[in-house]
C-alpha cells in the first residue's frame, strides 16, 4: 500500500494534469481548425493567415 499523499501535493498534481488536458485538446481543436481551412482554401493562402495570426499573438501583451 502506498502512503497518502498530502491534500496540497493532490491539488497539485490535478492542477497539472488540468493544464496538461486542456493544452492537448486545444492543439486538437486548431488542428482541427486548420484542416477545415485547408479544405476551402489555398495551402499559401492558409499560412499567410496563420502568419498573420501569429504576428498579432506575439505583438500582445
Known sequence: MQPKRPAKDVDKIAEREAAAYLRRSWITY???????MMTHLQREEVAAIL???????????
Open 30 to 36: 486548431l488542428e482541427c481548425c486548420v484542416s477545415l
Open 51 to 61: 502568419e498573420q495570426e501569429a504576428d498579432m499573438l506575439r505583438r500582445l501583451d
